[in-house]
């Protein structure tokens, strides 16, 4: 019913520059909020940055000043601007949405996770 796909992830070298996209498809109503997460090896998941409706965003310590989490509700996109990256970057990043969809009869909130895409950082 709704599907998020996920494009920009790749290798970067330490203080590099990498965008990531989420595009939100399908029978949407509404979408009250979309994050990014994302896990290392041997660590849990985590919130890396989150954008909300009004608008609101939020960001872990750790990517503050360094990520920034736009969007262009136009597309029902979903940005990640990660600059200054660092090997402790290196991780699967999920992109998540809280998502109203349309449904025969009305419609029903849903949380969504995209496929993952790899952003590894290295030399």
């Known amino acids: 019913q709704v599907q998020l796909v996920e494009s920009g992830g790749g290798l970067v070298q330490p203080g590099g520059s990498l965008r990531l996209s989420c595009r939100a498809s399908g029978s949407i109503f509404s979408i009250y909020a979309m994050g990014w997460y994302r896990q290392a090896p041997g660590k849990q998941r985590e919130l890396a940055a989150a954008f909300t409706s009004g608008p609101t965003t939020n960001y872990a310590d750790s990517v503050k000043g360094r990520f920034t989490i736009s969007s262009d509700n136009t597309k029902n996109t979903v940005y990640l601007q990660m600059n200054s990256l660092k090997p402790e970057d290196t991780a699967v990043y999920y992109c998540?949405?809280?998502?109203?969809?349309?449904?025969?009869?009305?419609?029903?909130?849903?949380?969504?996770w995209g496929q993952g895409t790899q952003v590894t950082v290295s030399s």
């Open positions: 998540n949405a809280d998502i109203d969809t349309v449904l025969v009869g009305g419609r029903v909130r849903q949380g969504y």
